[in-house]
């Protein structure tokens, strides 16, 4: 049986065994062993287990930061974005993905019913049958409880909270577990366990058990045949669902009693209306994560050579985050993220440039200063001219004559110019303006070199003229209309303004409003740097340069003492994320200096 807890973290406190050969781990939910870590992958790793012979591997599925693999032989990082990493284990072992610590056990010869011990009934309480109680204890503890699981956003910290309440007031529990009910199998599957000893503990009781609870709605106290072990199994159902149950183990001499029976059967109830409140936040969380999951497949199928820039950007922000939350320097000492913040800024860092869907292809895809129909166009004008133009001589034509070697050095000058990465010298803008003073009588009104063509020609940077990166900016103001039309929980509202502002600049340079300084937000500033730095240094685009890490850097500075960028948020950047970045290990150990 392997068994997974996981010992720091977001999850901190999860722990499940599994009896099956592979297991699963990520934060996609189809995963077996999922997470809420936003820097594990969706499909992080695997393991791979010989319950028999107690040995098990684990494979690193090309996750996006890799998997430190460590116990009393080995420590070693498994990380290879080409290929899936695996490395055999055996024994405890301890594996730390992301901000997340599990501990590992795989112990042979163990199966669900471990030992073939007989279960019986021996007696059950109707949850819809509870006198009021006048036990002042039980009413504080039932109070607090309620009290902290309102405060519970998702079943996790829910299940967690409860396990380890249930352990600290019931000395006689040895074990907690939640096992959810799936209807279309007629199945359950333990979701969450907590041992009072971080042990592996054999589940003693069956599907049968448990849909006996469920469907009469019953606490049912069960006792093993030698009277060794105890367990209560407590359904947790509301007026519109059927949700699980939850079991407590014993194995304490003393008896449970009847009044501890009737603790479990008032805390079942609470815990099945917080637990369906969570449910139903996860599958809210659940819509918008697909629905995110959507529009960025959306948004690469639009513009392919930027696929995977959001994915990027969202991780570069998630570090930054993490980064400034742990600083102590004056300008972040008082900067707290909560996991709702975080999960936030981690949407509007992924649908920064959702605007762009609607923008035109031929935009986003420009390569060259000119499309390729244009210079088309453009070459066999200056063809048609030269052929002209050699049917002339200086004694007819004077000043406006043009020899073919003029027109081949018109021709080179085009085909040099018109590449984005080549700004053009002001002998370039001499001759580009003598082509577009050159015309044949034959066609008085149709120059050389058109306005329209000029002005792109000379472009210094980049491949868009005025109008077209006018259109382009447009992107933060479409992307602010279209995330407002969503009917965000209160706890993202902010989505769409962190979107909308990630290209204001501090000193008012920056778009759609060009405002400044303290105007925008901290968490727009955050994503301004990290889509910068990834449209530097991600070599999406055949035509553009990629950066090295270091010269990005010597950008982002220069960025900052412009007065565009927020020069402690840059300086933080480089100080603690690239390096995170460049190597995966320093980021896995916390150290990013």
Known sequence: MLQLQVIYGRDAGKCLSFQQSAVNIGTDPGNDFRLTDSEVSEYHGRFTCNHDAGHYAYCDLQSLHGSRVQSSTIDVLLYSRQMPQSIALAGDTTLSVGQTVIRCQNVPGKSNSGQNVSMSRKTAISIHSLAPSKNVKLLGFLLDMSTHLMARTNHQGVMAHVAKSILQQLPKASHVAFWQIDSVRDSFSCVYERARNNGIVPHLLSKDEFLSALNGHNVELYVSENEDHQAIVAPLVTSSREIGVFVVDSDSAERITSGELDAMARLAHMVAYAFERTVYNADLSSVFEGFIRAMIAVMDARDPATAGHSMRVSQYTMYLAQAIQSDQSPAFRNVSFSHNHIDELRFASLL??????????????????????????????????????????????????????????????????????????????????????????????????????????????????????????????????????????????????????????????????????????????????????????????????????????????????????????????????????????????????
């Open 352 to 593: 920064h440039d959702i605007g762009k869907v609607v923008l035109r292809r031929e935009i986003l895809l420009k390569s060259a200063k000119l499309r390729s129909s244009e210079l088309k166009h453009l070459l066999e004008r200056i063809d048609l001219f030269s052929a002209w133009f050699a049917t002339q001589s200086t004694e007819t034509l004077g000043e406006s004559y043009r020899s073919p070697q003029q027109f081949e050095h018109y021709r080179e000058i085009v085909t040099r110019v018109v590449q984005a990465d080549v700004h053009p010298s002001n002998e370039d803008l001499r001759y580009l303006n003598e082509m577009r003073k050159t015309t044949v009588s034959s066609f008085p009104g149709l120059p050389l070199l058109t306005a329209e063509e000029l002005e792109c020609l000379c472009i210094p940077f980049g491949t868009l003229n005025a109008d077209e990166r006018h259109e382009i900016q447009k992107h933060a103001l479409i992307s602010w209309q279209y995330l407002s039309q969503i009917a965000w929980p209160q706890r993202w509202a902010n989505v769409p303004l962190f979107v909308l502002q990630h290209h204001e600049k501090l000193n008012g340079t920056g778009y759609p409003y060009g405002i400044k300084g303290d105007q925008i937000l901290l968490q727009s500033r955050m994503i301004s740097v990290c889509d910068i730095f990834d449209a530097l240094t991600g070599g999406d685009r055949s035509y553009k340069t990629r950066h090295a890490f270091g010269d990005a850097a010597i950008i982002l500075r220069k960025e900052a003492d412009y007065g565009a960028l927020d020069p402690d948020i840059v300086d933080i950047f480089i100080r603690k994320v690239i390096p995170q970045i460049v190597d995966p290990e320093a980021h896995t150990n916390g150290d990013g200096e």
